[in-house]
C-alpha cells in the first residue's frame, strides 16, 4: 500500500501553485499510518475538542459526539460510513488531496464527500495550505450528519456540475459561496454567534480570531453579495458571513443559478475586506493586520 500522496505535478491556478493529485478513490491505507500520525491527529483532536464547546455550532458539537470520532489515532472511514450512511446517506471516500472541479463537484452530487487520506507532519500543526485528513475529517464530517447541511451540500455539488459547464466566472462565484459557507462560515444560535465552517474548526488560530478578533468584518448571509466576494487563502478571512440556519443555506441554493450569473456577470467583485452599504453588519472589521493585496 502507497504511504505518501501520489502527486501528479503542480499546477498554477487562481489560487496559486497547488499540487495535483490522481482522481481516483483509494482505499484508506489505514495499517500505514505511523505512531507519529496517529498521535498527531489525537493531539489537533484534543486541541480542538478543549476550544470548541462554546465555539463551535452546537449541531456540529453533538454530532462529532454522535459519530464517536475516535479521539485518540486516525479513524477508519470504514468505520465512520455506517453511521453517515444510516443518518443523511452520505459516504466517505479517500482521495489523494484537493480533486478538479468538476471531480470534486460529482462526488458531492452523489452524496460522497473526498477526504485526503494523510496527515500533516508534527511541524504543521497550526498551518497547512492544503487540506489533509484532520482538516477534511474532523473539520468536515460532523455536519454531513445534520440532514439540512447535507442536503445542502448536494445541492452545491450539482450546482457545481452546471457551474462548470457555464465556465470560469461562474465557477469562480460559486467557490465563494463554498469558501464563505462550508469552510469558513459563522452561524447565529440562541447562545450567540458559533463556528460551522470547516476552515476554522479544523484551525486553532482561527477558531478564536473569528469570533474575538475585532479585526474582521461579520456580516449577514447574503448570496449574490458572497458570490462576488474575493477571500483570503493565505491569511485569516477578512470578512465572515453570517447564517441565520443550515436552512437558509438550503433556501438560497436549491434554485438553479443561472440567472444570478447572468445578472452578476457585469458586476465587479468586492475586495474581501470592503463593506458595502448594503451589508448587515454585525461588526465592522478594524482591519487590524491585513495585508493590502492577495485576495483571491
Ligand atoms: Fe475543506
Not at 478571512?237 to 443561472?258: C, E, P
Request: with cysteine; aromatic share 12%; glycine share 8%.
Amino acid at each position: 500500500m502507497a504511504n505518501t500522496p501520489q502527486r501528479v505535478e503542480h499546477q498554477m491556478t487562481d489560487k496559486g501553485y497547488v499540487p495535483v493529485y490522481t482522481t481516483a478513490v483509494v482505499e484508506q491505507p489505514w495499517a500505514s499510518y505511523t505512531p507519529t500520525d496517529h498521535a498527531t491527529w489525537a493531539t489537533l483532536f484534543a486541541r480542538q475538542q478543549a476550544l470548541l464547546p462554546n465555539r463551535a455550532s452546537q449541531t456540529f458539537l453533538d454530532n462529532l459526539s454522535h459519530m464517536d470520532m475516535r479521539a485518540d489515532g486516525i479513524p477508519k472511514f470504514d468505520d465512520l460510513n455506517p453511521v453517515l450512511r444510516r443518518t443523511t446517506g452520505w459516504e466517505l471516500v479517500g482521495v489523494e488531496g484537493l480533486l478538479p472541479e468538476l471531480t470534486f463537484f460529482d462526488h458531492l452530487a452523489n452524496r460522497r464527500f473526498p477526504v485526503t487520506w494523510w496527515i500533516r507532519k508534527p511541524e504543521q500543526l497550526d498551518y497547512l495550505s492544503e487540506p489533509d485528513l484532520f482538516h477534511d475529517l474532523f473539520g468536515h464530517v460532523p455536519l454531513l450528519m445534520e440532514p439540512v447541511f447535507a442536503d445542502y451540500m448536494q445541492a452545491y455539488g450539482q450546482g457545481g456540475v452546471r457551474a462548470h459547464a457555464r465556465g470560469a466566472d461562474a465557477l469562480a462565484q460559486l467557490t465563494r459561496l463554498y469558501w464563505y459557507t462550508v469552510e469558513f462560515g459563522l452561524i447565529r444560535e440562541p447562545a450567540g454567534l458559533r463556528i460551522y465552517g470547516s476552515g476554522i474548526v479544523s484551525s486553532k488560530g482561527e477558531s478564536i480570531h473569528c469570533l474575538e478578533s475585532s479585526a474582521p468584518n461579520r456580516i449577514g448571509f447574503d448570496l449574490r453579495r458572497i458570490m462576488q466576494t474575493r477571500y483570503r487563502i493565505d491569511t485569516y478571512q477578512k470578512t465572515y458571513f453570517v447564517i441565520d440556519g443550515y436552512q437558509q443555506l438550503m433556501d438560497a441554493t436549491s434554485v438553479d443559478f443561472a440567472p444570478i450569473y447572468d445578472e452578476l456577470a457585469a458586476n465587479q467583485s468586492f475586495p474581501a475586506g470592503e463593506v458595502q452599504a448594503s451589508d448587515n453588519v454585525f461588526n465592522r472589521g478594524t482591519g487590524e493586520g491585513w495585508l493590502d493585496d492577495g485576495d483571491v
